[in-house]
């Protein structure tokens, strides 16, 4: 949040020349007459994130294997949840946007959830939240990365090389063959991934998803020492840098938006109405919608200690699309003749401002008050 915010104060005083020329800054690495020359944005975007999805394949594995989607009954709920919350804020987006070819690439953006940011609003409430949000809120938000995983790799992807996707098909059976036989050397994994990184950059799809897919293949249990885990160890290694290093540093590269002359006319084109009511009201009406009609149809059912306002409150957050709606803007309109960085932007922050705020106040509504609050 403090990052987002000094990106404003870079992009809107004096400061936005300097701001700018750093974003811009091209950093090359060569070897021989291989290069990969990008500006510092880029670097960030397509480098730097590529950690952070390797960090969500982690989480995503661990729950899988023995976190809280082990168990069926945890999987229904936030699973159509997460459904809805995507399906319905796309369709938003589109209505908006129907008319113009150019915008309809960014129909994705809406559909994500930040869940650092849904958690730390969260958190603001302290002990009120029963264990039964939390544990809804995160595994809704893993369906929703999941459905962001799929939507980069099969709508934002470039021109597609095969020699560069053939390198990336041969690294996957050494990766398979590391992990059946629990080879525990990060270093190891660590280079083939670096190198099926470099090759998903000149494939033309989306170089975060080598994260992804590295992800799978660290062994759960260790060979030689069961009560270690290998993935538990990275994925502990990797949460300070990445909530304290990679995400500020993305929300300041990407957050920046000049707002000087904007007036009604930028406020209200159709590309940041179209997202901040998606995820304003999108994702309210998608989460909610779904989850009351499954508890109607007998789907599943309302978790304990969970009240129909605190499920709703819960569904508001899920519009806070900050980080990875950014990172998702920053894909649907790279390839577009016409820019549209300052509309996805600003329609993400006003509409992720106001799914925070609506739903702390209506989660700090329904929750229960402790007996020092009370008093």
């Not at 020349?17 to 291989?34: C, K, N, R, W």
């Not at 609003?121 to 999941?146: E, Q």
């Not at 409150?313 to 820019?339: H, K, P, R, V």
Request: hydrophobic residues 55%.
């Amino acid at each position: 949040m403090i990052a987002a915010a000094f990106a404003m104060v870079c992009a809107n005083t004096p400061l936005q020349p300097y701001y700018s020329l750093i974003l811009d800054t091209q950093v090359a690495v060569s070897v021989g007459t291989f290069e990969i020359a990008k500006p510092l944005l880029l670097w960030i975007n397509d480098g730097l994130m590529a950690v952070f999805f390797f960090l969500v394949g982690l989480e995503l594995k661990r729950e899988l294997m023995e976190g809280e989607l082990v168990d069926p009954r945890n999987i229904v709920l936030p699973g159509i949840g997460a459904i809805g919350g995507m399906a319905i804020p796309a369709a938003i987006y589109i209505f908006f946007n129907l008319d113009d070819s150019s915008a309809m690439s960014g129909w994705a953006i809406p559909a994500a959830t930040d869940i650092a940011f849904a958690l730390g609003v969260l958190a603001l409430l302290g002990s009120r939240v029963p264990t039964a949000i939390k544990i809804f809120l995160t595994s809704l938000a893993i369906f929703d990365d999941i459905g962001a995983i799929i939507i980069i790799a099969v709508f934002y992807t470039a021109k597609i090389s095969l020699t560069s996707l053939l390198i990336v098909a041969c690294c996957i059976p050494l990766l398979l063959l590391f992990n059946r036989r629990q080879v525990e050397s990060k270093s190891l994994y660590m280079l083939v991934g670096l190198i099926m990184w470099v090759a998903m950059l000149k494939s033309g799809v989306h170089a975060t998803l080598a994260g992804v897919i590295l992800a799978m293949f660290i062994p759960m249990k260790s060979k030689s020492d069961p009560e270690r885990s290998p993935l538990r160890e990275m994925e502990r290694d990797l949460h300070t840098v990445v909530a304290f290093w990679i995400l500020p540093i993305f929300a300041f590269a990407n957050a920046g938006i000049t707002l000087t002359g904007v007036g009604a006319e930028q406020l209200l084109h159709n590309v940041p109405v179209g997202i901040a009511l998606g995820l304003f009201i999108g994702k309210q009406l998608g989460v909610f919608g779904f989850c009351w009609l499954a508890i109607k149809l007998s789907l599943t059912r309302l978790p304990r200690g969970v009240s129909w306002s605190s499920l709703y409150g819960t569904a508001a957050l899920c519009g806070i699309g900050f980080t990875m709606s950014l990172f998702i803007g920053s894909l649907a309109f790279e390839e577009t003749d016409i820019n549209r960085v300052f509309d996805d932007r600003l329609g993400i922050i006003i509409g992720s401002l106001a799914s925070g705020l609506f739903g702390y106040l209506i989660l700090n509504k329904s929750l229960p008050r402790r007996a020092a609050d009370r008093d």
